[in-house]
Antibody, heavy 118, light 111 residues
Framework: QVQLVQSGAEVKKPGASVKVSCKAS????????ISWVRQAPGQGLEWMGW????????NYARKVQGRVTITTDTSTSAAYMELRSLTSDDTAVYYC???????????WGQGALVTVSS | QSVLTQPPSVSGAPGQRVTISCTGS?????????VNWYQQLPGTAPKLLIY???NRPSGVPDRFSGSKSGTSASLAITGLRAEDEADYYC???????????FGGGTKLTVL
């Protein structure tokens, strides 16, 4: 069965960086894009960006452009989302999801809570 | 302010029918991009409920249906059940932003 398993919760100080991983299993990794979506406490879903199945293409939301990098390691079927220059506004649950920018997201990771606090 | 507009909340009694609207614009829903719907139960990851405007993934009951017209889409839930109480989100693609976009979410309360 398809699974996306994410790394655990993180606590970071303002100005620091965080890197969240997402390991896929149960399907051919290189045939599906991966997107990242975050959800601040009590708020809605916010799309952050996407990486193509091959890893050759990425696109990021304007809101986080310049601070976010999404990468993939096809040899280990894992995707990564790094967010830099963290502020308290970045406190959220970060989800990886199978699908690209124009598609629906049929499988989701369990989420990783990132807390930014001094 | 979300690019796709949903009502903050809807409610209905068990067995009733409710609809949740998702209003976009000519650069997203109106441009022909598909609308997808997600159900999020408290403390869990979103679950794909409807894809490609009106298609249900395997395992989703036929009580859930989606439709799209012009710059708007709707999710209908018939035969409301207590376990349907959740947050519901629409999602599409916006060509002017070159981004995937979500609605602000609608909280469904089963009375």
């Amino acid at each position: 069965q398809v699974q996306l398993v994410q790394s655990g919760a993180e606590v970071k100080k303002p100005g620091a960086s965080v890197k969240v991983s997402c390991k896929a299993s149960g399907y051919t990794y290189t045939t599906y894009d991966i997107s990242w979506v975050r959800q601040a406490p009590g708020q809605g879903l916010e799309w952050m960006g996407w990486i193509s199945a091959s890893g050759r293409n990425t696109n990021y939301a304007r809101k986080v452009q310049g601070r976010v990098t999404i990468t993939t390691d096809t040899s280990t079927s894992a995707a990564y989302m790094e967010l830099r220059s963290l502020t308290s506004d970045d406190t959220a649950v970060y989800y990886c999801a199978r699908g690209g920018a124009t598609s629906g997201y049929d499988y989701w990771g369990q989420g990783a809570l990132v807390t930014v606090s001094s | 302010q979300s690019v796709l507009t949903q009502p903050p909340s809807v409610s209905g009694a068990p067995g009733q029918r409710v609809t949740i609207s998702c209003t976009g614009s000519s650069s997203n829903i109106g441009a022909g991009y598909d609308v997808n719907w997600y159900q999020q139960l408290p403390g869990t990851a979103p679950k794909l409920l409807i894809y490609g405007n009106s298609n249900r993934p395997s395992g989703v009951p036929d009580r859930f249906s989606g439709s799209k017209s012009g710059t708007s889409a709707s999710l209908a839930i018939t035969g409301l059940r207590a376990e349907d109480e959740a947050d519901y989100y629409c999602q599409s693609y916006d060509s002017s932003l070159s981004e995937s976009v979500f609605g602000g979410g609608t909280k469904l309360t089963v009375l």
